[in-house]
């Protein structure tokens, strides 16, 4: 690429070219699919923590309307598990079939699943199925409850990381501490449920899933109906996001393709709102001790960061809070570790952020804790502590503008004007608090195919089967094509979302634009390649000419003496549809940097206590991805992530009720998530946009997940600022702060 | 597959008459249907999203004689005669209706899940003189609308740019 075209084309602030079918409501859904002859399958789901089912009465339910067939355990095909391996691309979170069994381990675990010709007739007739459980006197429903009697912790082995001499450090340092938080189960909540539609034909399935990576789901029920996988199709063109719920094959969408191959017509299964915090993942809560030492100048002398969460009975999970801490500051002497234990909850997965969300929550909140210890303003303290070497890789970091970050967001925010004493700053009844902390997140990259076509009408088309999550990758798809083609966006036709596409990386772990854009470059590259082939044999407009004299720009191929012809003419004249280029690039470069991105989150809370009312009013973040492709969609997914953290800062908890071990708040209402009303007066972000040419030829490392870190210490850092309240335990209720 | 092919217990669909996105349109309908799932699973209109089914996120949200409502809290028998504009019904000769386009400028949305719901709410708030304004107004009125991607902000701008023009 050169300069001249990114300047013009990649960085804008591009609307997205799949906006106006959004807007005119012509986005197909998952669930927006009527098949010829379609039936609707409704769930049935336990309603005990833990135990076995010991009866099934299935008398009104098989009576009622429309019915065509109800499974369970002893009525459903054997299928396979997936071997559940990332490398394979065929991992799942859970692994246990549905219907494996007729044991229960976690409440909302489908026990059943009624097929009938409509929706309406087929949730009527799962309400009427009746089940007799043997249920567990005491189900393990919280963390709390796992640690008292849940038996020994496991320790995950291959997250933790340890150098130097972190407990002989910390006991000798001079300013110490020792404290311990607790973060909550979250559950990612996604506007569109999870949803199915499923249909065979000739002993193919065609699966229209709301998915966030559809070659794993392919390859996952390849696995589990044991075909080989061009017999499978996943198809999510749309999807209502998912925030990493949707990234692996949950139980419903094995239930859904059964149920469709075993009644022999097209079934569409919607996972209901309450059943989306039971049975499709969740953030697990978390209990997390940090042990903090500095010495009187404010340089960390020893760092421990030891975690436990909750995993479900049949799977581990592991939520690796300290993968931030063991490279964000200087520290030589450091450990952090996790562990599991079990719980009566369905399989925890990815949430937004995993491990650095609340683990930064703990150690943003921590550094502020030892700031305040050592009587230091905390931006001053993380300053001390800045590093630009991956102490736990011992590699330097490929780019990193912290620093820029720190100053940029302290500047906007007016961070030089705080008063440090707790509760100093008043704006009339409301006390102001003023916090910040660092973000951080890894920076990934993995394989990627992808196709392009140079088209004879004056389009270009690219496929490619990643995904749109709402992140704007059909926009920035089109941006690639055209940085290298000329050819505006508006004439460029991009296809994502389907398991026969070119393979594409999940929608996940901000790894899509940097994985995905360079095999579109490298496909655009290939088919101008073709295009000049073409140009340059019997007929061609180039005819004779040698390919390496020819360059293509601005959708014209020329030579070297001033003789230009547009590409759509050289196809036209040979009477050719298309020049075509495919492409397979690999993974990150290892071994000689250590890549991530960067930034810092500047919050202002008010704090009224005459009627105890909690806000975040102002949010200044400097954000360090590297090179920015559009302005737009990228500042509204750290804008986006911004509203979840103060979601995970103030409200968002899924609580289960200790003697039952059901969930108590499963549902959009009670489980709190921001609104309208609770979002900032001001937010503003600054986007660094320092290319990271390192990583890959657009400089870019990815932007989905790095707001949301940090954010919720910052928020709670800001709220000991106004109330000198130190919250541990997420989320901040009223309660805390208005208790003495 | 249309709701009404099977009847439960001898009870017998009845006709209702909608004035649906400017045209006239007769329907059959269970007396449990709702205005949500007549649109979505006998018309296929499926630019009106479920996102709840119970009234709490407003992704399903319609005007109903130029009031917006939960279409998944209301019975589809109760709308004989009404006035029904959904998504699909907001343009007119193809061009966007002028919140569409702000929505398109101010990249108000990402997953475009919850976004008909937005719109529908958007524009019931701008013709509504009983709400004010300003931007807490408008913050308040639209609370009921979750957008769980996060793009509150430039939702909020796509609203006020759009004042004066619906």
């Known amino acids: 690429m050169t300069d001249k075209i990114q300047a013009k084309i990649i960085g804008a602030s591009k609307p997205r070219i799949d906006g106006p079918q959004k807007l005119r409501g012509e986005a197909m859904y998952a669930a927006d699919h009527h098949l010829p002859n379609m039936a609707y399958a409704y769930g049935v789901f336990s309603t005990v923590a833990s135990g076995t089912i010991d009866h099934i009465d299935l008398s009104k339910a098989k009576q009622m309307p429309g019915v065509i067939d109800i499974f369970h355990h002893d009525h459903f095909p054997d299928l396979y598990r997936t071997p559940s391996s990332f490398a394979q691309e065929n991992k799942v979170d859970e692994t246990r079939l549905p219907f494996e069994d007729g044991k229960v381990y976690y409440p909302g675990q489908f026990v059943a699943l009624v097929v009938a010709d409509t929706f309406a007739n087929a949730r009527a007739a799962a309400y009427a199925v009746k089940v007799d459980y043997s249920a567990d006197a005491e189900p393990i429903a919280t963390l709390s409850q796992a640690l008292e009697r849940g038996g020994e ?36 909540n996604p506007m569109e449920m999870h949803a199915s539609t499923a249909s065979w034909e000739n002993g193919d399935l065609v699966l229209y899933e709301a998915s966030q990576g559809v070659i794993f789901a392919r390859n996952v029920m390849a696995k589990v109906f044991g075909l080989a996988p061009e017999r499978v199709e996943v198809r999510s063109p749309f999807i209502g996001s998912g925030f990493g719920s949707k990234l692996w094959i949950w139980p419903h969408a094995i239930a859904a393709a059964a149920a469709s191959r075993e009644v022999g017509r097209p079934v569409q299964l919607v996972v209901p709102r309450q059943q ?6 969740h953030r697990p809560p978390t209990q997390q001790q940090i042990r903090i030492g500095a010495d009187d100048n404010g340089k960390l002398t020893a760092l421990t960061h030891d975690s436990i969460n909750t995993t479900s009975m049949v799977d581990t999970y592991v939520e690796s809070t300290g993968s931030c801490t063991k490279s964000l500051y200087d520290c030589e002497n450091l450990r952090v570790s996790h562990a599991t234990i079990g719980a009566n909850h369905g399989t925890p997965t990815s949430m937004r952020a995993p491990g650095a969300a609340p683990g930064l929550f703990a150690l943003e909140s921590a550094m502020d804790e030892m700031a305040e210890k050592l009587n230091m303003d905390p931006l001053e303290f993380r300053k001390a502590n800045y590093t630009e070497r991956d102490q736990s890789m011992d590699l330097p970091f490929s ?21 440090h004493a707790v509760g100093s700053m008043r704006d009339g009844d409301e006390i102001i608090g003023w916090g910040m902390a660092a973000c951080n997140w890894e920076a990934l990259k993995m394989n990627c195919d992808a196709r392009v076509s140079l088209r ?37 036709e991009v296809e994502l979302g389907d398991s026969s596409y070119p393979s594409g990386p999940v929608s996940g772990g901000s790894w899509a634009t940097a994985t995905t854009l360079p095999a579109i470059a490298e496909a655009t590259r290939s088919a101008i390649e073709a295009l000049k082939s073409y140009a340059i044999g019997d007929g061609g407009a180039f005819a004779g000419a040698k390919a390496d004299d020819l360059s293509f720009d601005d959708g014209k191929l020329s030579d070297g003496d001033g003789k230009s012809v547009a590409y759509t003419d050289v196809l036209g004249q040979l009477k050719l549809a298309n020049a075509d280029g495919e492409a397979h690039t690999p993974g990150a470069p290892q071994g000689e940097y250590s890549f991530r991105s960067f930034g810092a989150h500047f919050v202002e809370v008010r704090w009224d206590p005459g009627i105890s009312r909690l806000r975040v009013s102002r949010v200044v973040s400097a954000i360090d991805v590297g090179q920015i492709i559009n302005e737009k969609t990228s500042a509204n997914q750290v804008e986006g992530a911004i509203a979840m ?7 968002e908890a899924t609580e289960y009720d200790e003697r039952s071990g059901l969930p108590v708040n499963n549902n959009y209402a009670e489980y709190l998530v921001p609104v309208h009303a609770d979002q900032p007066d001001s937010v503003d972000v600054i986007l660094l946009d320092h290319p990271d040419y390192a990583f890959n030829e657009f400089g870019a490392r990815g932007i989905g997940e790095i707001g949301v870190t940090g954010m919720a210490a910052a928020v709670a850092n800001a709220v ?5 309240k130190r919250i541990r335990e997420l989320p901040i209720r009223l309660e805390q702060l208005m208790s003495a | 597959m249309s709701e009404t092919s099977t009847a439960a217990g001898g009870i017998s669909a009845c006709s209702i008459t909608l004035q649906l996105n400017g045209q006239r349109r007769e329907v059959e309908v269970y007396p449990w249907t709702t205005l949500l799932d007549l649109l979505r699973e006998q018309l296929h209109l499926t630019g009106t999203k479920k996102g709840c089914d119970h009234g709490q996120c407003g992704a399903c949200n ?55 719901g937005q719109m529908m709410t958007a524009t ?43």
């Open chain 1, 720 to 724: 000991h600022h106004a109330t000198g």
């Open chain 2, 124 to 166: 019931y708030v701008l013709n509504s003189s009983h709400i004010g304004d300003s931007d807490d107004a408008v913050r308040e009125a639209m609370s009921g609308n979750i957008c769980r991607c996060g793009a509150y902000k430039n939702i909020l701008a796509a609203v006020q740019s759009t004042r004066g023009k619906v």
């Open chain 1, 399 to 419: 780019s990193i503008h912290l620093m820029e970050a720190f100053d940029k967001g302290a500047e906007k925010f007016g961070w030089a004007k705080r008063d």
């Open chain 2, 62 to 116: 319609v005007h109903v004689n130029g009031t917006v409502i939960n279409s998944c809290l209301s019975l589809a028998v109760m709308h004989d005669g009404d006035e029904i504009t959904t998504v699909e019904g907001l343009s007119e000769n193809g061009e966007l209706h002028p919140i569409q386009q702000a929505f398109l400028d101010e990249d108000a949305y990402q997953c475009g899940y919850c976004t008909a």
């Open chain 1, 153 to 188: 912790p496991k320790t995950a082995k291959s997250s933790g990381h340890s150098r130097g001499n972190p407990d002989s450090a910390y006991e000798s340092s001079t300013n110490r501490i020792d404290v311990t938080y607790v973060t909550p189960m979250e559950t990612h």
């Open chain 1, 645 to 651: 953290g103060i979601g995970m800062a103030l409200f």
């Open chain 1, 276 to 281: 989306m915090f039971t049975t499709t993942g």
């Open chain 1, 456 to 492: 004879a009408d004056g389009t270009a088309y690219a496929s490619c089967a990643t995904q749109d999550i709402g992140t704007g990758t059909y926009t920035i798809v089109a941006q690639a094509v055209s940085s290298i083609t000329g050819i505006p966006l508006d004439k460029i």
